[in-house]
């Protein structure tokens, strides 16, 4: 017989489980019992006894399917913990620090390199590289002092000393050093001159954008070091720059002809000097020759004038003798005069004398008395035969020679 005809309601055939709770009659089931259970199986999971008030059987099957929800709860719960767990290991680098918050509240001691474990969700941990040196590139056309624009490059490297406030303090550090880097180098190239930048002025430049700009950072205080500001490149404006070209070659030949000039000055004014104090040299040793020359001469003139007081027809002969010797010396030919006629004798003593030097090698004159004889035998045949009218002296002639 079917569940649902006449005579059956009172059995507990329906198929939907409903027939024993609706008290044998076709109702809905009882708002109060439904609560009752689901408030029964809700205390159960957290540690209830599992059984129910009602039937048996209806009781039996509802404390099955709460200890299978209670294991497979609490297998998910240790996997849960035991994820969270693994999540809190991280490593530090070597050229790192760690910087921990702890529900947003950062901690005092940075976290050194290694391996370390931190509550996950709880701490929060920032890593920050401390030992790397970083750089940034800023070109901009700028505005100097005397009203000129000019496009400068700077180079500005960095590294992070605070990670702290690195992290904390700022909320966005880089873009903070951006805007102070082009703060400073804005305000230090408007004090200077254009000129000054493009020639000699850049290293100056710098070392007044790196004082400014560790300023700017230490009052944001946002961590950073700046390490160093190089100006790369600094160039008047396209539109004019074959002009500013041709004046910066201008000033570099300039330069060089000075340069030059200078050099030339200091190489010749001490050449100048030299000759000066040569010459001067020079005079002073005239000087002391000539006035020893003439005291020497009078010291001789007053020695002959004792000596002539003495016996003047000796010494005059001997003055005699000593001016034709002095006369004598320079010349290279002797002419004699032959008393009684008027013929001349002509005496080559310049040939002579050349031939001799062939001979001896040498540019002196005889001055021994052997040499003298040899002299005198050469000159033989140029002299008149001894005894005749036309001799001639020849001790006179040999004392005559005895100059050269």
Same mark, same amino acid.
């Not at 009781?59 to 719960?77: A, E, K, P, W």
């Not at 004038?305 to 010797?325: C, F, M, N």
């Not at 001894?386 to 020849?394: A, F, K, L, Q």
């Given at each position: 017989?079917?569940?649902?005809e006449?005579?059956n309601?009172?059995?507990n055939?329906d198929p939907?489980?409903g027939?024993g709770?609706?008290?044998?009659n076709d109702?809905p089931p009882d708002?109060?019992?439904v609560?009752?259970n689901?408030?029964?199986?809700?205390?159960?999971?957290?540690?209830g006894s599992?059984?129910s008030?009602?039937?048996?059987?209806?009781?039996?099957?509802?404390g099955?399917?709460v200890r299978?929800?209670?294991?497979l709860?609490g297998?998910l719960?240790?996997t849960?913990?035991v994820v969270?767990g693994?999540m809190?290991f991280?490593?530090?680098?070597?050229?790192?620090?760690?910087v921990v918050?702890?529900?947003?509240?950062v901690q005092?001691a940075?976290v050194?390199?290694?391996l370390?474990? *931190?509550?996950?969700?709880?701490d929060e941990v920032t890593?920050?590289?401390?030992?790397?040196? *970083?750089s #940034?590139?800023? &070109?901009?056309d700028?505005?100097t002092?005397d009203?000129?624009?000019?496009?400068?490059?700077v180079?500005i490297?960095y590294?992070?000393s605070d990670?702290a406030?690195y992290?904390?303090?700022?909320?966005d550090?880089?873009?903070?050093?951006?805007n102070a880097?082009?703060s400073?180098?804005r305000? &230090?190239?408007g004090?200077?001159?254009?000129?000054?930048?493009?020639?000699?002025g850049?290293a %100056?430049?710098a070392?007044d954008?790196?004082?400014?700009?560790?300023e700017?950072?230490d009052?944001?205080?946002t961590?950073?070091?700046?390490?160093q500001?190089?100006?790369?490149d600094a160039q008047?404006p396209t539109a004019?720059?074959?002009?500013?070209d041709d004046?910066?070659?201008?000033?570099?030949?300039?330069?060089?002809v000075q340069?030059?000039?200078?050099?030339?000055?200091n190489r010749v004014?001490? !050449?100048?000097?030299?000759?000066a104090?040569?010459i001067i040299? /020079?005079a002073n %040793?005239? /000087?002391q020759e000539?006035?020893a #020359?003439?005291?020497?001469?009078?010291?001789?003139? *007053?020695?002959?004038?004792?000596e002539?007081?003495k016996?003047?027809?000796?010494?005059?002969?001997?003055l005699?003798?000593d001016?034709? !010797?002095?006369?004598?010396?320079? %010349?290279?030919k002797?002419? &004699?005069?032959v008393?009684?006629g008027?013929n001349?004798?002509?005496? $080559?003593l310049?040939k002579?004398?050349?031939q001799?030097e062939?001979n001896a090698?040498?540019?002196a004159?005889?001055?021994?008395?052997?040499?003298?004889q040899?002299?005198? *035998?050469r000159?033989?045949?140029y002299l $008149?035969a001894p005894?005749?009218?036309n001799?001639?002296d020849?001790s006179r002639?040999?004392t005559?020679g005895r100059g050269r």
């Amino acid at each position: 017989m079917a569940w649902n005809e006449p005579g059956n309601n009172g059995d507990n055939n329906d198929p939907w489980g409903g027939g024993g709770r609706r008290g044998g009659n076709d109702g809905p089931p009882d708002i109060d019992e439904v609560v009752k259970n689901l408030t029964k199986k809700i205390n159960s999971l957290f540690g209830g006894s599992g059984k129910s008030s009602g039937g048996s059987g209806s009781g039996g099957s509802g404390g099955s399917g709460v200890r299978f929800n209670s294991g497979l709860l609490g297998g998910l719960i240790l996997t849960v913990v035991v994820v969270w767990g693994f999540m809190g290991f991280y490593t530090v680098d070597e050229a790192e620090r760690g910087v921990v918050l702890r529900f947003g509240r950062v901690q005092e001691a940075l976290v050194a390199p290694g391996l370390h474990w *931190n509550p996950p969700i709880i701490d929060e941990v920032t890593k920050v590289n401390v030992q790397r040196l *970083n750089s #940034r590139q800023f &070109v901009n056309d700028m505005l100097t002092t005397d009203e000129n624009i000019i496009n400068l490059t700077v180079t500005i490297q960095y590294r992070i000393s605070d990670p702290a406030n690195y992290v904390i303090a700022v909320q966005d550090p880089e873009r903070s050093l951006q805007n102070a880097s082009e703060s400073a180098i804005r305000h &230090v190239v408007g004090e200077n001159y254009m000129d000054q930048i493009l020639t000699t002025g850049r290293a %100056a430049v710098a070392d007044d954008v790196e004082d400014r700009l560790q300023e700017y950072m230490d009052s944001y205080r946002t961590g950073i070091f700046i390490s160093q500001v190089n100006v790369t490149d600094a160039q008047p404006p396209t539109a004019v720059r074959e002009a500013f070209d041709d004046v910066i070659r201008a000033r570099e030949d300039e330069q060089r002809v000075q340069n030059q000039a200078q050099q030339y000055a200091n190489r010749v004014i001490p !050449e100048a000097r030299g000759e000066a104090q040569q010459i001067i040299e /020079q005079a002073n %040793a005239y /000087q002391q020759e000539v006035i020893a #020359r003439a005291e020497g001469d009078a010291s001789r003139f *007053n020695q002959l004038l004792t000596e002539y007081s003495k016996a003047p027809e000796v010494t005059r002969e001997r003055l005699y003798i000593d001016a034709i !010797e002095d006369v004598m010396t320079n %010349a290279s030919k002797i002419m &004699v005069d032959v008393e009684g006629g008027n013929n001349m004798m002509y005496l $080559p003593l310049d040939k002579i004398l050349e031939q001799g030097e062939r001979n001896a090698a040498s540019s002196a004159l005889p001055n021994t008395s052997r040499e003298l004889q040899d002299l005198a *035998n050469r000159l033989a045949p140029y002299l $008149p035969a001894p005894g005749s009218s036309n001799s001639v002296d020849r001790s006179r002639l040999n004392t005559s020679g005895r100059g050269r």
